[in-house]
């Protein structure tokens, strides 16, 4: 479980009389978290530039008038929400189905061998753990100040928001 740079880390002691099992499952939710996160900050940033899909989300509510980060939540029609949550589901149940047989193919076809599927999925797990802090520092400047972007306004280039 050790991971660097911090070594073995377990602030809340969730591990502290884990089995193998337990640690596994630990591992997978940290992992599907990182990832989520991963695709929540670019998404984030993908939206903040103004980029939106074509369409509709809900009967007459374009994607284009629904604001950036939590604001959305107050722009999304419940309709849009309730079909995003189908979608998300499905996928979900779509993926933990075939879970294993997805990252065995994908695995045999990168060619990697044990010591670099093993470096690969620990740059995972970093660039996850990351995205998890990055996200949140986008949500708490966003609730703040909405300015998710303080970084950039403090060097000068400040981004419009909302």
């Not at 089995?19 to 993908?46: C, P, S, W």
């Not at 599927?117 to 100040?145: F, Q, W």
């Amino acid at each position: 479980g050790a991971q660097m740079p911090l070594g073995y880390w377990d602030p809340l002691g969730l591990l502290k009389d884990a089995d193998q099992e337990t640690f596994d499952l630990y591992r997978n939710i940290e992992t599907k978290h990182g990832r989520v996160a991963m695709l929540a900050i670019l998404g984030h940033i993908v939206t903040t530039k103004g980029d939106r899909l074509p369409g509709d989300i809900a009967y007459g509510v374009p994607f284009s008038s629904i604001k950036s980060g939590l604001a959305a939540f107050e722009t999304v029609p419940v309709g849009g929400l309730v079909q995003m949550i189908i979608f998300v589901g499905l996928l979900e149940m779509g993926y933990e189905t075939r879970k294993e047989e997805i990252e065995k193919v994908h695995l045999e076809k990168s060619k990697w061998n044990d010591a670099t599927i093993r470096k690969k999925k620990a740059i995972e797990l970093n660039n996850g753990r990351a995205a998890m802090m990055g996200i949140l520092g986008l949500m708490v400047h966003e609730k703040i100040d909405n300015n998710p972007y303080i970084l950039n306004s403090m060097l000068g280039a400040p981004v419009s928001f909302n």
